[in-house]
């Protein structure tokens, strides 16, 4: 089954990659190693969720959905990178998921999952990857999470 | 004098790989390149310094020893990407470091040089990296430190 | 023209790179890719700017030539992993930009543009480069903002 079948059957669209906030590009390459800029949630030019995570501003789930549209945004680098065809995805290597939150909340592993389960379900083996999540103090646009990404493609 | 020595020496064993806590895997590998997730100072299956430094709840000689704690979790998956055999460390190329803090603490050099003392003490040259370390909200089960890796091996 | 002329033109002299402020180093090398340790804003020593964006410690505008200050300290890093030819960059392939903010603080892209905007300018399209752009709490020596980078050299 291809990534574009499972994402077909999963009701995804990958959308077209979201413009850079500022000057850079949404991914670099060299070589088969793809460096994809921090996504955020962004859904028809604006972030679909906002807040802090441990306010009332965002719920824990409205931010797990949003990180899944961070990897959606992220899918949509990488196709770039690919020239459109996602089975060049050898893997993806490396999340670094950043949740907005306050000092007491710890649950960004649940958040950063939203993310790193579209990237399983989508590459299936080829979607495991490292990662770290953390919980920053605030984001670009008051995003909720920003994601970002390292991968290999042939 | 083999890390595997060295490590004996300063009296530490290297544990089982903590278990991610959450939808990802501890390390991924690309030819000689290893990305390691972000370790907590996860000792039996706790974190062994949790809190914000700059309040009451951690004190900067723990949160050092936290960040010890991570790096020979570090070393752990890293044992594993080395099928057992730490000597096929080429290099330590990048620690990421996170410290829990309070907007007024600025000591994060001195924490997350707990790991890199670490990694300089058990890997000697192969052990001397680049490193960011930052300041962060909150961390996953209320840590006090995460640290991420990057590594050559062969 | 070549990035030593340019940056003459910019009226930008590269300084000696700034030393870790703990136990690390400034760049690791494999191959042709280099790592880059975050660099704070050092002028002389000292962070030229201090303090957390959102408050009324520093002004936009001082953080984002804070953040330019950084680049050229990466720059400072870059010139002696290529043993003095700025040259042999071949691109920068990523910046990792830390910003101390308050929770309610969003411009961080604009920050970090300071850093973004150097580097396009120095290198053209070398220095055409992915991003990620986050707030933390705080960052060493109080400095308002971090950049560490990877680079693909030659």
């Known amino acids: 089954m291809t990534i574009e079948t499972r994402l077909a059957d999963m009701g995804i669209t990958i959308p077209e990659p979201a413009k850079p906030v500022a000057s850079y590009v949404g991914f670099t390459r060299h070589n088969d190693l793809v460096f994809v800029s921090g996504q955020l949630p962004m859904v028809d030019g604006n972030p679909s969720h906002t807040g802090i995570l ?25 196709k770039v990178a690919c020239d459109g065809d996602l089975e060049r995805i050898v893997q993806c290597m490396r999340l670094g998921g950043f949740v907005a939150s306050t000092p007491d909340f710890i649950g960004h592993p649940q958040v ?29 646009l008051n995003a909720c999470v920003e994601v970002e990404a390292t991968f290999v493609i042939r």
């Open 54 to 78: 441990g306010t009332d501003s965002v719920t824990l789930g409205e931010a797990t959905e949003a990180a899944r549209n961070c990897a959606i945004n992220i899918l949509a680098q990488i």
């Open 112 to 140: 950063i999952n939203g993310a790193s389960d579209l990237m399983a379900e989508a590459l299936g083996e080829r979607g495991v990857h490292a990662r770290a999540a953390v919980g920053v103090a605030a984001l670009p």
